[in-house]
T-cell receptor, first 112, second 113 residues
Framework: KNQVEQSPQSLIILEGKNCTLQCNYTVSPFSNLRWYKQDTGRGPVSLTIMTFSENTKSNGRYTATLDADTKQSSLHITASQLSDSASYICVVSEGGGFKTIFGAGTRLFVKA | DAGVIQSPRHEVTEMGQEVTLRCKPISGHNSLFWYRQTMMRGLELLIYFNNNVPIDDSGMPEDRFSAKMPNASFSTLKIQPSEPRDSAVYFC???????????FGPGTRLTVL
């Protein structure tokens, strides 16, 4: 069964600190993996998208990695800011890109 | 560009009524997606269009749900009849192509009493 599991479920960090969110998947065949940021009450915003051949992609202070062999991805946030407080959702698409499986998300709280 | 536009932003209706949600994708985008988000089930893909043609509707929960895209600049998601368990936030998203970055609208918060 195709699944996407994210950890931790929630995380509290102090402003300025770094953190890493994890995403493990069993989706096969694999097409691409996306990380989204969703602020409360708003639609998700795409942070990164990676295909099979890509193992790292950055978007400002956000860096995503992908290990297609172990089927793991991580999202690293550097020098966190209060505005990073949001849910981060990992989404994996099956081969062909039409079937998408969503992770439950990690809720990040950044405290001053 | 104004981004993806959805209307209404909020909808409150009674069980059994018909509900129509509307979406205007970003101009030039060829793919359009409808999602539903609830606390219990998270974000779910309902249906996906490519060049106005429905490609995959396997996420549509049941026959009460239907979606159309009569042209490249407009899509609707209809629920008839609505039920309380349909209460959720419904998002529309568009992208240049199906594997490209998706841009989400602000969502429609639906409450069925």
């Amino acid at each position: 069964k195709n699944q996407v599991e994210q950890s931790p479920q929630s995380l509290i960090i102090l402003e300025g600190k770094n953190c890493t969110l994890q995403c493990n998947y069993t989706v096969s065949p694999f097409s691409n993996l996306r990380w989204y940021k969703q602020d409360t009450g708003r639609g998700p915003v795409s942070l990164t998208i990676m295909t099979f051949s890509e193992n790292t992609k950055s978007n400002g202070r956000y860096t995503a990695t992908l290990d297609a062999d172990t089927k793991q991805s991580s999202l690293h946030i550097t020098a966190s800011q209060l505005s990073d407080s949001a849910s981060y959702i990992c989404v994996v698409s099956e081969g062909g890109g039409f079937k998408t499986i969503f992770g439950a998300g990690t809720r990040l709280f950044v405290k001053a | 560009d104004a981004g993806v536009i959805q209307s209404p932003r909020h909808e409150v209706t009674e069980m059994g009524q018909e509900v129509t949600l509307r979406c205007k994708p970003i101009s030039g985008h060829n793919s359009l997606f409808w999602y539903r988000q609830t606390m219990m089930r998270g974000l779910e893909l309902l249906i996906y269009f490519n060049n106005n043609v429905p490609i995959d509707d396997s996420g549509m929960p049941e026959d009460r749900f239907s979606a159309k895209m009569p042209n490249a600049s407009f899509s609707t998601l209809k629920i008839q009849p609505s039920e309380p368990r349909d209460s959720a936030v419904y998002f529309c998203a568009s992208s240049v192509a199906n594997l490209d970055t998706q841009y989400f609208g602000p969502g429609t918060r639906l409450t069925v009493l």
